[in-house]
């Protein structure tokens, strides 16, 4: 189970970035006024700031910014980044699907942009009962790291996730010291730079579904906890 590792009481960082085919280009003021109410509403009444930019401005600044206490959306002409934190409660998973989805559906219908890539990136908060001996007694081997009060540890792999090939980075931080240090686990999965996809919200949708899947039924696993 889930929660014999990370504390889903707690609030968790979900993560979804869409990148443009090359070329992509859009008119920053109708994304803005067309955004999804379910992205709106995480942002309570903030408005996004519209970036008017030179004409030979790289692709990679953005044109569109919202931010908000426990929501971030950045676009430019080469990719949407949308961050956003949900606290516990029974319906989290199906919020982040949803908003999500509706965004890539926003961009992909409504402005014609095709989506290359994409990646989905969850944050959770190690249970309190995992503590820096039970990470060194699970991964490492080596007696000279015995002692230590801070940990990373980071791995990739490719696999079939949700009917199709993804890496997926994992890393582990545990800082030690004050109770509110960072002390987590990131999983980001993500679409190969290598394959041409085309992305839609169905595609968004299999994907997020499948990590959340994963997360909640085998986390053990995807985790290498043994």
């Known amino acids: 189970m889930s929660e014999t590792y990370v504390d889903l009481s707690k609030p968790i960082t979900a993560r979804l970035v869409v990148f443009f085919a090359p070329g992509s280009t859009f008119r920053s003021i109708s994304v803005a006024a067309s955004l999804p109410s ?5 942002f309570q009444g903030k408005e996004p700031a519209v970036l008017s930019l030179p004409s030979d401005t790289p692709n990679s600044y953005p044109r569109l910014v919202l931010s908000g206490d426990d929501a971030d959306l950045v676009i430019s002409y080469e990719r949407a980044d949308f961050r956003m934190t949900v606290p516990g409660h029974p319906d989290r ?8 989805v509706r965004l890539v559906q926003n961009l992909h219908r409504e402005h014609n942009l095709s989506l290359d890539r994409m990646a989905f990136v969850l944050k959770l908060p190690f249970n309190d009962n995992i503590d820096i001996n039970r990470l060194l007694n699970t991964y490492v ?5 015995r002692g230590s009060t801070d940990l990373v540890l980071s ?4 696999l079939s996730l949700g009917g199709q090939e993804v890496n997926q980075r994992i890393r582990l931080q545990y800082d030690g010291g004050l109770p509110n240090e960072e002390r987590s686990i990131t999983i980001d999965t993500n679409t190969p730079a290598d394959e041409e996809r085309n992305i839609d919200e169905h595609t968004a949708d299999r994907l997020i579904s499948a990590v959340q899947s994963l997360v909640k039924e085998d986390l053990a696993s995807v985790i290498e906890w043994s």
């Open 38 to 42: 379910e992205v709106v509403d995480l």
């Open 93 to 100: 998973d199906q919020k982040i699907r949803s908003t999500m």
């Open 155 to 158: 791995w990739s792999q490719r």
């Open 141 to 145: 081997h080596r007696s000279k790291l």
